[in-house]
T-cell receptor, first 113, second 111 residues
């Protein structure tokens, strides 16, 4: 089925470890986004990529890096994980025609000990 | 910057009508969207308003007043499966189209 695929679904890290969250979409969307969701905080934008080859910071970029590998793939990297990065991470892509609907992946639940 | 305000929680009974309000402050406003998220799931798109007025999609309707920077989601004939979190999101242009979300409203539907 067409959509956004995120891996891994669950991950436990120790403080200081690094990891990369992978995201791929097969809807030919130009724009892709990484959000984090914490209880009571809604969805906060970490980084986004308006098109292949471009990336920009969102509301909460500190401690993260991103790579827009090609039109399909947009990865999020934690270089040195901290407990404050314990969260649920959602990747999304957007159709920029009409209603500009965001399609989300299933989410990646990350715990940093 | 952008800010959105919506109630943290709303409760209602099955079969009733409930309205979830959203007020926003943003520059470069393009439109207001609504998303639904069940516990443990991903947000899914419900509706989008770019112009003033009411948009109806089945049991759900969404309203926008650009002059008041205000919108709402109206859910009719509530069902237990409507228990979920509902997020309003503004689309604004900060160089690119950037969706910014409110903190969400938890809707609890009682039998």
């Amino acid at each position: 089925n067409a959509g956004v695929t995120q891996t891994p679904k669950f991950q436990v890290l120790k403080t200081g470890q690094s990891m990369t969250l992978q995201c791929a979409q097969d809807m030919n969307h130009n724009s892709m986004y990484w959000y984090r969701q914490d209880p009571g905080m809604g969805l906060r934008l970490i980084y986004y990529s308006a098109s292949e080859g471009t990336t920009d910071k969102g509301e909460v970029p500190n401690g993260y890096n991103v790579s827009r590998l090609n039109k399909r793939e947009f990865s999020l990297r934690l270089e040195s994980a901290a407990p404050s990065q314990t969260s649920v991470y959602f990747c999304a892509s957007m159709d920029r025609s009409g209603a500009n609907v965001l399609t989300f992946g299933a989410g990646s639940r990350l715990t940093v000990l | 910057g952008q800010s959105l305000e919506q109630p943290s929680e709303v409760t209602a009974v099955e079969g009733a009508i409930v309205q979830i309000n959203c007020t926003y402050q943003t520059s470069g406003f393009y439109g207001l969207s609504w998303y639904q998220q069940h516990d443990g799931g991903a947000p899914t798109f419900l509706s989008y308003n770019a112009l003033d007025g009411l948009e109806e999609t089945g049991r759900f309707s969404s309203f926008l007043s650009r002059s008041d920077s205000y919108g709402y989601l109206l859910l009719q004939e509530l069902q237990m499966k409507d228990s979920a979190s509902y997020f309003c999101a503004v689309k604004w242009e900060g160089g690119s189209y950037i969706p910014t979300f409110g903190r969400g409203t938890s809707l609890i539907v009682h039998p």
